[in-house]
T-cell receptor
Framework: GDSVTQMEGPVTLSEEAFLTINCTYT??????LFWYVQYPGEGLQLLLK?????DKGSNKGFEATYRKETTSFHLEKGSVQVSDSAVYFC??????????FGTGTRLLVSP | DTEVTQTPKHLVMGMTNKKSLKCEQH?????MYWYKQKAKKPPELMFV???????INESVPSRFSPECPNSSLLNLHLHALQPEDSALYLC?????????????FGPGTRLTVL
């Protein structure tokens, strides 16, 4: 079945450092790919998405490119802020109304 | 506007109580979802309503009873819950576009069962 694998956390960075959170997937067909962010005590917010190969999703300085050849959708940000501290979930949708989530990666950014 | 609202924000209930969680969206979405999220875990799908009909039930115990009164509202009725049911309950909605569908989540209800 479909699955998503994320890097283990926590990822600990200093403010203004470069961020990469790795995400790879296994799916039949051509899924849509998503990054969701969850701040402490809150629900999930859609951060960005991509629906086909080579699409780049971007939002709030975050970017991820849908790489079909490597089945990856890595999340990147050039300069993180303390306010980016949160849990980040990579997810895919192959249709059929089901999102398949990765395990989540906690990001901790210190001043 | 991509807002999904949920009430209440917090709920504490005993094992013999009956309570309900509410979810609302005004984006014209035709699919609505209930998820359960335990600490440090991703959300787990419980139910999906599509065009106001239950389309997916992920083998959820009958002490959880969903209801979709209309296309904008989704309820989750709770009865005789167990302490292990304590979790964050998330509602989501989506336009209903197959592979291109995007789910938008509400802020959640933090449920504690005593």
């Amino acid at each position: 079945g479909d699955s998503v694998t994320q890097m283990e956390g926590p990822v600990t960075l200093s403010e203004e450092a470069f961020l990469t959170i790795n995400c790879t997937y296994t799916a039949t067909g051509y899924p849509s790919l998503f990054w969701y962010v969850q701040y402490p005590g809150e629900g999930l917010q859609l951060l960005l998405k991509a629906t086909k190969a080579d699409d780049k999703g971007s939002n709030k300085g975050f970017e991820a490119t849908y790489r079909k050849e490597t089945t990856s959708f890595h999340l990147e940000k050039g300069s993180v802020q303390v306010s980016d501290s949160a849990v980040y979930f990579c997810a895919l949708s192959g249709g059929f109304q089901k999102l398949v989530f990765g395990t989540g990666t906690r990001l901790l950014v210190s001043p | 506007d991509t807002e999904v609202t949920q009430t209440p924000k917090h709920l504490v209930m005993g094992m013999t109580n009956k309570k309900s969680l509410k979810c609302e969206q005004h984006m014209g979405h035709r699919a609505m979802y209930w998820y359960k999220q335990k600490a440090k875990k991703p959300p787990e799908l419980m139910f999906v309503y599509s065009y106001e009909k239950l389309s997916i039930n992920e083998s959820v115990p009958s002490r959880f009873s969903p209801e979709c009164p209309n296309s904008s509202l989704l309820n989750l009725h709770l009865h005789a819950l167990q302490p292990e049911d304590s979790a964050l309950y998330l509602c989501a909605s989506s336009p209903g576009q197959g592979r291109l569908d995007t789910q938008y989540f509400g802020p959640g209800t933090r449920l504690t069962v005593l």
